[in-house]
């Protein structure tokens, strides 16, 4: 068998998931080609929550400390009311927080995962896989660019509407579970709520979500839909509409967030879903993060599950001198109790803490907390 060092290993996706992943394989030995869609890595999005276990991979990684030196400081939770009155509000223990828990910027996150592999990893961006063909003794990868080359493995790492898991594993639909609700994400450059705070509101059936840090605001609004509504992933102004749709005309600060969100520039949204497979592996092919275990937003833990899959994976291989085949198992089994328990508990976040079907479910929110 091969040692390491002379194995390629194709990363598809330079997100959180992918960056570790290739930082990971490159430590081992592996040479490493990351493939991004886009023409830079993914920046943006939410701020970043690592806790237990995951913040002693990171220790391994040896960023611990420049997130520490990048961490957020959330001091506060607040429960609203309609006329704006806050029902109930949590103080966090910051001493404990800061020793047990990091949460970074998204985009700062990125950016120290990319320092601590651009010199050693290649990457090839505004490219994505095409095609897949293993042989006994590699897998040929087409790109969309026309060019091909032959790995030792390939690692989807390119979120939940994973390209790798469509050409390797089959449709979306196999493994998508819907938790019937929808939600999107802007995020405003100035502070509309006291920085280091974070405040919910809700009716039955939708949520809104403030979080604000560094002169930041994440405005977070989430609805539940018994049924699927069809959009195209791709069309930001149709998604936002939808928002808009179900928005309008409610009460405590609709008005003025919904203009913040008509005009932002920094606009996500998707449903609630997670992403559920009996394998993450086939071949010479595995998943990382989002494409082989979604949790969704309400599990807070998109990070960290991407962290930790990376970690996990790595650590099989080398576990196994590189038999990807007995790694590869290990992963599948070692992870999983862990991954199901997260989903699960996203699950029940979505129908009892973020979006209470009933005023009474809303009142009992507000004073328990979470």
Same mark, same amino acid.
């Given at each position: 068998?091969?040692?390491?060092? @002379? ?28 493939? @991004?869609? $886009? ?7 939410? $701020? ?104 030792? #493995? ?23 579970? /819907? ?20 405040? /919910? ?5 939708? $949520? ?14 989430? /609805? #539940? ?15 936002? &509409? ?7 005309? &409610? ?88 991954? @199901? ?30």
């Amino acid at each position: 068998m091969n040692s390491s060092k @002379e194995k390629k290993v194709l990363v598809s996706g330079a997100s959180i998931a992918g960056l570790s992943t290739a930082y990971w394989l490159n430590k081992m030995g592996y040479k490493v080609t990351v493939v @991004e869609i $886009a023409n830079e890595p993914r920046m943006g999005g939410t $701020a970043v929550d690592f806790r237990g276990k995951t913040v002693d991979l990171v220790k391994r990684m040896g960023i611990f400390e420049l997130l520490q030196s990048h961490a957020l400081n959330l001091e506060r939770i607040e429960f609203k009311n309609a006329e704006d009155v806050t029902e109930n509000s949590l103080l966090l223990n910051n001493e404990k927080h800061l020793s047990n828990e990091i949460e970074i910027e998204r985009t700062q996150l990125v950016c120290i995962l990319l320092d601590s592999v651009q010199n050693d990893v290649e990457f090839i961006f505004n490219d994505s896989v095409t095609s897949l063909t293993e042989t006994e003794d590699d897998i040929k990868v087409t790109f969309k660019s026309g060019s091909q080359q032959a790995f030792d #493995l390939v690692i989807g790492c390119d979120g939940t509407h994973s390209g790798i898991r469509k050409i390797w594993f089959g449709d979306e639909r196999e493994y998508t579970h /819907f938790l019937e609700a929808y939600f999107s994400i802007s995020i405003v450059n100035k502070s509309l709520i006291t920085p280091n705070t974070m405040q /919910f509101y809700n009716v039955p059936g939708k $949520a809104y979500m403030l979080n604000a840090y560094k002169d930041k605001t994440d405005i977070i609004f989430s /609805f #539940l839909s018994e049924k699927e509504i069809p959009y195209d992933y791709r069309n930001t102004e149709q998604q936002r &509409q939808i928002i808009l749709q179900q928005f309008t005309g &409610q009460g405590w600060r609709t008005a003025e967030l919904l203009e913040e969100i008509a005009n932002s520039t920094n606009f996500y949204f998707d449903k609630f879903c997670q992403i559920k497979m009996p394998s993450w592996t086939k071949g010479r092919v595995a998943l990382v993060g989002d494409a082989a275990y979604c949790a969704s937003p309400a599990a807070g833990m998109g990070g960290s599950l991407a962290v930790e899959g990376a970690t996990a994976l790595a650590d099989a291989l080398q576990k196994h001198n590189g038999n990807f085949e007995l790694a590869f198992q290990d992963y599948n089994k070692n992870l999983r109790p862990f991954i @199901e328990e997260v989903q699960a508990e996203a699950e029940f976040n979505v129908r009892e803490n973020f979006i209470p079907r009933t005023e009474e479910a809303i009142r009992k929110r507000n004073r328990d907390g979470f």
